[in-house]
């Protein structure tokens, strides 16, 4: 499962690895405070009880007490969707960028730092990616969207996980007015500035709501032709594969372990 990925554990020896490509990259930028933290997660389950700065690989970043940001600013964190996009961006077939689900902003800073227009869409963690991007002055590349996405514009109640923030999800148990809007893709279009002929990425990561956020972009995917998609998926379901399949023509390939590439043909 990806809490493995989520929440490290010494336990947890196929993974040292990639626990150790970490360590590499917090030495790498002298970010000790970083490696301290990451180094008592693995140890003892514990999140740091401290607030810091923090640069790496994706830009300068606030990193919350009590939360696992210090993890997400790390390149070996997904790294292989960090080496496709580097790659595409290097071969000029990436020039939007659209972050659904965008946790602290880290692969917005990084990539409008390098010109890439960005568009984030983020209910829970909005005001640290306000403050990241203030940091790192890229104000006039990323258009913040402080909201969830669906298939209907609502209020819904989110529950929001207290030290892996962007692993946040809708809980609709829970009756009564909700805390966070949800509001549909194709209706803030025209806020976008999106030109149809740019070639356009997609990052999708929304916790079980990727069919209804897809729903809620049918006029974007029907009709926007240079359009890829990022997506999570595990063993054995196709829910997001079916859903992109009836909107469009697809080609699907894999990335990593859980995450797939979807490239409209």
Known sequence: ?????????????????????????????????????????????????????????????????????????????????????????????????IDIGACIGEYDIWLASQGVQCIAFEPVNYKAIEENIKLNNVQDKIKLFACGLGSKQEKVNFNIMSTVTGSSYIDRSNAGEGNIPIERFDDLIPQMNISPEKNIIVKLDVEGMETEVLEGARQFITTYPNLRVIFERYEGDNTVNDKLSELANFRFDRIDKYNYLATKQ
């Open 1 to 97: 499962m990806k809490d493995e990925a989520y929440y490290p554990s010494w336990k947890n020896v196929s993974q040292y690895k990639q626990y150790l490509s970490y360590f590499g990259e917090y030495v790498r930028y002298g970010d000790w405070k970083s490696l301290g933290a990451s180094l008592k997660m693995v140890l003892l389950n514990k999140p740091s009880r401290q607030e810091w700065r923090a640069k790496s690989a994706m830009g300068h970043f606030n990193i919350r007490k009590g939360t696992t940001d210090f993890q997400f600013i790390n390149y070996a964190y997904e790294r292989l969707v960090r080496d496709y996009l580097k790659q595409q961006l290097g071969a000029n077939k990436l020039d939007t960028f």
